[in-house]
Structure formats: C-alpha cells, structure tokens
C-alpha cells in the first residue's frame, strides 16, 4: 500500500495535534459494577496511517530546515510502515478493536460489539452521541491518536507507542463514569496526566530500516503493545 507524502505529511500533524489536547480524567467508580453489566463498544476511533517519529531528532536542532527534513523523514517513515503492515497482512484498526472487545470482556463486562461506522469528523474526539439501543447499561467509546513506533533520540531504538483516549458513558442519562487516556510506550518519567504503560525492552528496532526488514515481527510487536494498552484499560474497570 503507497501512501503519497503530502498526505502523511498532513496526517501527522492532524493527530499530533490532537494528541495534545488534556482530557480531565474521571475514575471509575467501582460501585456501579452492580448496575453496569452491558457495555456497547462503538466503533473505535483510529489515525488514518500508522507513523513513526523521533521525540527529539538532530535535525530539529537547526531550525525551520531542519524540522522540515524531520518532518519528511517522519511523512517516509510512515509510508514505508504502511507497506510493512501490509506485507504481514496486519490490520491495526481490527486488531485494536479486538484487544478492546476481548480486554473488557474478561474483567466482566457483557459485550455488545461494534457495529456501523465512526462519523469521520469524530476520529479523533469523543462521540458526541450514542446509539440507542435496547438492553445496554453503558457505552465505551475509545479514539487512538497515535498509533506506531517512537524513539526518543536520533540515536536511540524504536518502540511501540500508542495513545488512547476512552470514555464509559452511561446509556441511563450519559452521565460520564469513566474517563482518562492510556499511554503505551513511556521509556523514561514524564508528566503525562495518563495512565502510564512502560515500553518493552525486548520491542526494540534500532533504527527506521530495522522496521522493515521483518514485516512479521514488527507486527507482532505493535499486536503486544495494542494488547497491553487494552488491557491496562480495561484494569481501570477492577
């Protein structure tokens, strides 16, 4: 799968973007276990291209040029990951929706499963309706906003990374009883307000060409991460 530059130049920084933004976080009250038993999952909300990116690149530290160069390193990166997903016939969308489905599903939840389609224009951001349906006690609406691999420096490997945002809506009156963003892939302190997944060491690619050599195991790398990321969500609700 090619994917132009120009459009994975404008994806970047659509969900970078978006990733930015602070979402006021809401701890799940484990009370309402005894009436909260049917959830809906709607369809998850994913970036329109996995990327790869460099926290801090070399190229950032001579300004607008080199940004710029970062920038299109990050758009080829990104292209050539596309290409590799393909060839291990990984599809990071249905793999995300399944981690959620089967992560929420062992901690007790009755599962409805997603059905339809998400509007384009809430991607990236919370529905801002539900679906009325019968014999469900709450909605679980997840967004990823980046999807992909990260190292920290020019110098350092990469990692998976994956930030999710979620939300448990009651289906009563829409009260919001759970909120909070996961972050995947977290190699050293930060101040992300999130619940916090540290990286796996034995994920690790030394650079953009290691990415690509074996289309099987960096598929299965993102599948580990997806899969820890949906059950650290699905902790919340213990």
């Not at 484990?30 to 690149?57: L, Y």
């Not at 939840?109 to 006690?137: M, N, W």
């Not at 990374?161 to 909070?180: P, Y």
Request: charged content about 20%.
């Amino acid at each position: 799968m090619r994917v132009p530059l120009k459009l994975c130049l404008a994806s970047i920084l659509t969900w970078t973007l978006a990733a930015c933004g602070a979402l006021p976080t809401q701890n799940f009250e484990h009370s309402t276990r005894a009436t909260i038993k049917r959830v809906d999952i709607v369809p998850i909300g994913t970036p329109e291209h996995t990327q790869v990116r460099i926290m801090n690149p070399i190229g950032a530290g001579f300004g607008v040029v080199g940004n710029l160069v970062e920038a299109r390193r990050a758009a080829w990166a990104s292209q050539a990951m596309e290409n590799t997903l393909a060839a291990a016939h990984f599809d990071f969308r249905a793999s995300l929706s399944n981690a959620v489905t089967q992560a929420v599903r062992k901690v007790g939840f009755t599962i409805t499963p997603a059905t339809g389609t998400r509007p384009e224009k809430e991607h990236a951001r919370f529905l801002s309706a539900y679906p009325q349906l019968k014999h469900v006690d709450a909605y679980l609406d997840v967004y990823a906003t980046y999807v992909g691999f990260e190292a920290p420096q020019s110098s350092t490997a990469f990692r998976p990374r994956l930030e999710v945002s979620a939300r448990l809506v009651s289906a009563k009156d829409h009260q919001v009883l759970f909120q909070d963003r996961i972050i995947y892939g977290c190699v050293e302190n930060t101040d992300e307000d999130a619940v916090l997944v540290r990286a796996d060491d034995n994920l690790s690619f030394k650079d953009r060409g290691a990415l690509q050599i074996d289309p099987t195991r960096t598929a299965r790398a993102l599948q580990s991460a997806i899969d820890a990321t949906a059950w650290e969500l699905a902790k919340q609700f213990m």
